[in-house]
């Protein structure tokens, strides 16, 4: 694999955190955090981190929000070239309430400048393209986008649809995809039915398959995370971890599972490292752990109990 490049949102995550049960319209106490964030800007920043050549593309605004994802982003290796700073425009942002036990309660996405990615700025990216590399994206684009970029790649997809809403962007473009990684509501929103047991899983794998999506990676929680390629339809669980930050931790999976599944890695060896540098990331405050190499994923992966079910055999 030559190249990764990565199509997203880039943006500056601010979290707060509650003590204590959440209370509606009320000040409640809690820790706020600033982070760089961005499903996209976290891709590229993992693959950097497994020592991939990864470019980013996207937008910011010329403000401190934007300086500092550039800044960071050439400080741990990725390639920051077709990032475009854009005067009189808002770095994008994420505002999210998490309860005590860091799961998501509310939140607000500012992304209104990614609109400002275009096929003018997006053709000399998609044409720098060769066969051997990786293209990346996300749902954040508005859907003419999308289906551009899809018909002009002349090189394997792969996608991360972010949200039930959003995924209704990928349904178009399915046939073209290498690799896809929902989430189970995400799943649950394009196949049309819901998928709570192994059979209802091995069925959701089977119909992403029909639409010509060539490998699929299902993110179903503490249910563990189900593949589905060729024949193969697999189920790997393992024991439940008390995460420090929830955030990002889909997006480490997704690159270090692409990172080895382009260098010949088989499905078991692939996902268990993604679960391990989805771990480490639970375990670090950041959207995208500093300490994230490839001897970490070893350790990190010794730690876990994965456990394989043969789906086709449900």
Known sequence: MSRFVVIGGANVDIMGIADHPLRPQDS????????????????AENLAR????????????????????????QACGVDMRW????????????????????????????????NQLDQACLRPV??????????????????ELIHWIANQAPCPLAMDPLSASKSEKARPVLSRLTYFKPNRAEAERLCGFAIPTPAKIRAALDWFAKQGVEETVLSLGAQGTAVGTGQQRLLMTLDPLEPVNTTGAGDCFFA???????????????????????????????????????QALTLWRSRLHCRWLDLNQV
Do not use: K
């Open 28 to 43: 409640n106490p809690g820790t706020i955090r600033t982070m760089l964030g961005g499903v996209g800007r976290n891709l």
């Open 50 to 73: 497994l020592g991939e050549n990864v470019s980013l593309v996207s937008v910011v605004g010329d403000d401190s929000f934007g300086r500092w994802i550039l800044e960071q982003g």
């Open 83 to 114: 990032v475009q700073s854009l005067p009189d425009q808002r770095t994008s942002a994420f505002l999210a309430i998490l309860d005590p036990d860091h799961d998501l309660h509310s939140a607000i996405a500012d992304m209104t400048i990614l």
């Open 126 to 143: 998609l044409n720098s393209l060769q066969p051997e590399d990786l293209l990346l994206w996300d749902t954040n684009l508005n859907p």
């Open 256 to 294: 270090v599972y692409v990172s080895l599944r382009t260098q010949g890695a088989s499905i078991a060896d692939a996902a268990e490292c993604a679960a391990a540098g989805a771990a480490l990331t639970l375990s670090d405050p950041l959207s995208v752990s500093p300490l994230l190499n490839r």
